[in-house]
């Protein structure tokens, strides 16, 4: 069975990774699906009282259980077989490898907003250094 991990965050490119996913598994492929969603560490500056940060994690887990629900039932809807969800917390593209490394799957799927050499030089890319980093081949979905 090929095992693949989808990274999401609920965005459109997130769902057309998913729909490249499903589409594979219709094409006879015994394969199951894991998504994961993956939460940046808050970066804080200044004081903040342990209550302040408690919320914000809260409010992290609370955005990431409904992204997760909402991306399972969208996968279900498309009869994508899906595992147990993941979540992680940290530098996106390291938690993606991370887990992909822990869970043993056979390749990485995630959405690009394919922003070019410029956006990428600017902002960095979460998919350039996933693909640097991973172990096992990486499907990226524009």
């Known amino acids: 069975m090929l095992k ?4 999401i965050d609920g965005s ?12 594979m598994a219709r094409s006879s492929l015994d394969l199951e699906a894991i998504l994961l969603c993956v939460s940046p ?6 004081d903040y009282t342990a209550a302040t940060i408690q919320k914000i994690e809260e409010d992290q887990k609370k955005q990431q259980n409904a992204i997760l629900t909402k991306s399972t039932e969208y996968a279900r809807a498309l ?10 917390y940290g530098v996106v593209a390291n938690e993606i490898v991370r887990v992909a490394k822990e869970m043993h799957v056979d390749q990485i799927a995630m959405g690009t907003r394919g922003m070019g050499a410029v956006g990428t030089m600017l902002l960095g890319s979460v998919a350039q250094r996933v693909i640097h980093q991973a172990p096992v081949p990486v499907l990226l979905v524009k």
């Open 4 to 7: 693949i991990l989808i990274a």
């Open 41 to 46: 560490e808050p970066i804080f500056y200044g």
């Open 79 to 88: 009869e994508l077989k899906l595992g147990e969800p993941a979540r992680a």
């Open 12 to 23: 459109d490119h997130a769902n057309r990774a998913i729909e490249a996913v499903a589409k």
